[in-house]
């Protein structure tokens, strides 16, 4: 997490908790200026440290009264009258809002009427039957709660891939150049880039872990040190615990394949080893056939293998896998067939197939986004506006005679354009699986985008066959409706998906938004292997989000996609023969 975030998260709290005492107006500016801290381009703290609150009161929507306590937070690392807010209402707010269907308020009702403080309090009281006794509150309100409480407990333990990527990253690049290391990477659920986050593990090769553990706990965006021993050392950093190994540089890939897990991936590996009168554990592969007690030494036997992952999976006669395969979902028993899938990768990618600009939500012009476009390296682009229609509130979605008014802008810019620009739109899936805009003018744009925005509990899976069928529909977007850690989206039956979106050429997306990551890697395989086509785009609404493409092909990675199987990997040509 940037200190941006950090600084955002605390006026987000801020936010929610005078909304949880009823205050008017002013959680909503706290709001605002939350979301503006967040997408600064600067650091915002920085700015604080240098220049003070005239400075930070220059961000739009950061008044004075906000800009004071951005200074107080970076000065002192609290607001005074957060503490405050907290001693009163000793809630956990974050973490009950992460309840669906819970808000601020709900927080405060129920707080005043039965002492509600934490998701365990909250589950009690509904399991008792106590909430819909409380006025304003049914006995749908305490369903809802008992159903959604327990997604809400894991998502409190977990972080996104897209908090903890950066944070790896940077320790990862902090790590490399420090005294002593001679090698260092990323391993656990990170490397393998799961949607959500445990810990971070880091693993360093060096022959001098005590200067190296110096170095990890002087890492600048440590927050605290947790432990600090003589081989490990753990710190936390923003919201993430970060887990520092430092290993022997011979038994370096041995750890690594370890460390990177899954554990599921590792047992079977372990048995696959055992048949072959190997032992195999974090220091390396072992020939144990003359060893009367494998057990009794973790190194005995002979070494086969430990210094690098390649000669781990060697010895056991099976080439390397990718990260992103290991999670016992097959991976193995296809390693031995020679079955492995040669996966998609991030240079693979040439354009972005769901993109948006001011017209709706976005921030930026259809030029902009197309420039963007360019900069970051794609041969095209397709302008992917929403239409009206359900789950589009505040005038977001555009209705049709604006878009096809934007028709004529996209055409303009795509005659001036370097890349291919593809007019398109965003529509939305109705609760029947209709589709919110008129089919002629479905026809005359290139790229249909349709996603569901509204309804998003329940089985979806004829709503979406149905848009899937429509002639006009190019590419179902983020396909459950999920947030990671804060709605778990709609239920589907992906491989009935997955084979009617082959047959009437319908791709399935991986929206790369690492809040989104829809469809997730498992729903990818089903798909996949069902015979689908999968477009990776980032639902980009300002151009540094082209950046976030990597997060979606990992995530097609994950579910063992290959360059075939994304739509977006095609040049110009080979889109429009898709698209036709
Ligand atoms: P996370 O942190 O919950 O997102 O998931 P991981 O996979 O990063 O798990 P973590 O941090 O507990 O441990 C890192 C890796 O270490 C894990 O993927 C596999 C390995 N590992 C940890 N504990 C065990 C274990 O008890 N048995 C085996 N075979 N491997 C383990
Ligand atoms: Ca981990
Ligand atoms: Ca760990
Ligand atoms: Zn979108």
Redesign the pocket.
Known sequence: MSRNDEIADRLEEFADRLEAKGVEYKPRAYRRAAENVRAFPGDVAGLAEDDGEAAVGEIEGVGDAISAKVVEYVETGDIEELEELRAEMPVDVEALTRVEGVGPKTVGSLYEALGVETLDDLEAAAEAGEIREVSGFGAKTEENILENVQFAREATE?ESLGEARPRGESVVSYLDGQPGVERVDL????R?W?E????V?VLVASDEPETVIGAFTDWPEADTVIEAGDQKASVRSGEVRV?LRVVDPAEFGAALQ??????DH??KL?NVAIEADLKMNEYGVFDVSDVDDPDADQRAGERVAGETEEGMYEALDLPWMPPELRENWGEIEAAREGDLPDLVTDEDVRGDLHTHTGWSDGDHTVAEMVAGAAEFGHDYVAITDHATGPGMVGGVGVPDDELREQLGEVRAVADEADIGVFSGVEANIGADGSISVADDLLTELDVVVASPHSGLDGDGTDRLVAAAEHPEVDIIGHPTGRYINQRSGLDLDVERLASVAAEHDTALEVNANPARLDLGGGAVKAAVEAGATIAVDTDAHRPESYGLVRYGVHTARRGWAEETDVLNTRGVEGLREFLE
């Not at 370890?258 to 554990?263: A, D, E, L, R, V």
Request: charged share 35%; proline share 0%.
């Open positions: 977990r391993a656990g659920s990170l393998r799961k959500t986050i445990g810990d593990d887990d370890y460390f990177t897990g899954s554990k590792n047992v372990r």
